[in-house]
């Protein structure tokens, strides 16, 4: 091979070791843009919506500050404002307490109902029952604030909040705030028992509610009440407790969007 044959033969080499780096270079750039099509974005996805609902999460808590205000305070109403990112509000479950108080041989029973505030998203969800604000994350759920209630061996006091609904369930589109109004529309004492004597009262008590794991752990933390069974599938959980006096007073509060 002569010099002229040799130096266009290198040329033409150049030439295609130039040509297949190019296109490993694209084909790297195509496969990198479609890992994180496939990894990146769904992550984000994740993040954000766990930055939602931890906002939504901190909106119920003060939404329940300001339940608990209507009775404190004396107020008709208050309004709570919430964001949002798409997502369902109002779902459609009910939440029951029965109470079996027994003094003195003698057992009365109240049954307590409301419809619970809540909002999901995906897999996601927040709720208020009865004082309670419930965030669950797939199957797992976790109880952000307490209800107010007092288990105590001298006298028990359970305030319960009972929540209704007035509107129906609706679907959230795109992001945004919504105002919930909350109004007091009344409160009874349900029982005062043992008051006016030194006998034991025993309160054997039932929830029914969806987020029955995260009223079994709350329970189970509290001194003086004792889990005595729980059904999951059927969303129960049920206590005893003994004491000297109980006392259970019930809140009506209605709750509605008003934009």
């Given at each position: 091979m002569n010099s002229n044959n040799l130096n266009m033969f290198l040329r033409d080499t150049k030439g295609v070791s130039d040509t297949l780096g190019y296109i490993f270079l694209l084909s790297t750039l195509v496969l990198s843009i479609g890992l994180l099509t496939l990894t990146g974005v769904p992550v984000i996805e994740e993040q954000q919506t766990n930055h939602y609902m931890t906002n939504t999460a901190t909106s119920f808590e003060l939404l329940s500050d300001n339940i608990d205000r209507l009775d404190r305070e004396q107020s008709p109403s208050r309004e709570t404002t919430l964001r949002y990112s798409s997502g369902v509000l109002f779902l459609n479950h009910d939440f029951v307490i029965e109470a079996n108080i027994t003094h003195q041989g003698n057992t009365e029973q109240h049954v307590l109902t409301g419809t619970p505030i809540s909002y999901a998203k995906d897999d996601n969800s927040v709720h208020y029952e009865t004082g309670a604000v419930i965030e669950t994350r797939g199957n797992e759920s976790v109880m952000r604030s307490e209800p107010p209630f007092d288990f105590n061996g001298?006298?028990?006091?359970?305030?319960?909040?009972?929540?209704?609904?007035?509107?129906?369930?609706?679907?959230?589109?795109?992001?945004?705030?919504?105002?919930?109004?909350?109004?007091?529309?009344?409160?009874?004492?349900?029982?005062?028992?043992?008051?006016?004597?030194?006998?034991?009262v025993t309160m054997n008590m039932t929830i029914t509610s969806p987020n029955s794991q995260a009223w079994e752990a709350f329970f189970e933390s509290e001194d003086g009440a004792t889990v005595t069974?729980?059904?999951?599938?059927?969303n129960t959980v049920t206590i005893t407790h003994t004491t000297n006096e109980v006392a259970i007073r019930e809140t009506l509060v209605t709750v509605q969007t008003t934009n």
């Amino acid at each position: 091979m002569n010099s002229n044959n040799l130096n266009m033969f290198l040329r033409d080499t150049k030439g295609v070791s130039d040509t297949l780096g190019y296109i490993f270079l694209l084909s790297t750039l195509v496969l990198s843009i479609g890992l994180l099509t496939l990894t990146g974005v769904p992550v984000i996805e994740e993040q954000q919506t766990n930055h939602y609902m931890t906002n939504t999460a901190t909106s119920f808590e003060l939404l329940s500050d300001n339940i608990d205000r209507l009775d404190r305070e004396q107020s008709p109403s208050r309004e709570t404002t919430l964001r949002y990112s798409s997502g369902v509000l109002f779902l459609n479950h009910d939440f029951v307490i029965e109470a079996n108080i027994t003094h003195q041989g003698n057992t009365e029973q109240h049954v307590l109902t409301g419809t619970p505030i809540s909002y999901a998203k995906d897999d996601n969800s927040v709720h208020y029952e009865t004082g309670a604000v419930i965030e669950t994350r797939g199957n797992e759920s976790v109880m952000r604030s307490e209800p107010p209630f007092d288990f105590n061996g001298d006298a028990t006091r359970l305030s319960i909040i009972s929540t209704t609904i007035q509107e129906d369930q609706e679907t959230l589109s795109g992001t945004g705030d919504l105002v919930l109004r909350t109004s007091k529309t009344g409160s009874t004492i349900q029982t005062m028992t043992g008051q006016d004597s030194t006998d034991p009262v025993t309160m054997n008590m039932t929830i029914t509610s969806p987020n029955s794991q995260a009223w079994e752990a709350f329970f189970e933390s509290e001194d003086g009440a004792t889990v005595t069974s729980t059904n999951h599938s059927e969303n129960t959980v049920t206590i005893t407790h003994t004491t000297n006096e109980v006392a259970i007073r019930e809140t009506l509060v209605t709750v509605q969007t008003t934009n």
